[in-house]
């Protein structure tokens, strides 16, 4: 059973930073690209950033680049999101998947419960 276990989320003033942890269990975490997504009230779940199996590639959502940065551990099983400069447009919770990396939701297997994200104005 793979489970991914989101955390690092809360409340910060817009300008702010935040980095979100996924720890992941189950399957060999070196074999598989990871993903953030996000969600926020009313909205669909939309992509913010991937990283592939081996690190080498990453992949941002126009709205976050330069902002937001993916990156992997793999002796610790764990994908990290550091964000900053955090806006109040970012508020949503944030989910982690483990598949291949990309945007489209289907490219993924396996997702988190999410970690609440809110960024106050």
């Known amino acids: 059973q793979v489970h991914l276990v989101e955390s690092g989320g809360g409340l910060v003033q817009a300008g702010g930073s935040l980095r979100l942890s996924c720890v992941a269990s189950?399957?060999?975490?070196?074999?598989?690209?990871m993903g953030w997504f996000r969600q926020a009230p009313g909205k669909g779940r939309e992509f913010v950033a991937a990283?592939?199996?081996?690190?080498?590639?990453?992949y941002y959502e126009d709205s976050v680049k330069g902002r937001f940065t993916i990156s992997r551990d793999d002796a610790k099983s764990t994908v990290y999101l550091q964000m900053n400069s955090l806006e109040p447009e970012d508020t949503a919770v944030y989910y982690c998947?483990?598949?291949?990396?990309?945007?489209?939701?289907?490219?993924?297997?396996?997702w988190g419960q999410g970690t609440q994200v809110t960024v106050s104005s």
């Open positions: 189950g399957r060999t975490f070196s074999n598989h690209g």
């Open positions: 990283i592939s199996w081996n690190g080498y590639n990453t």
């Open positions: 998947a483990s598949g291949r990396a990309g945007w489209a939701h289907s490219m993924y297997d396996y």
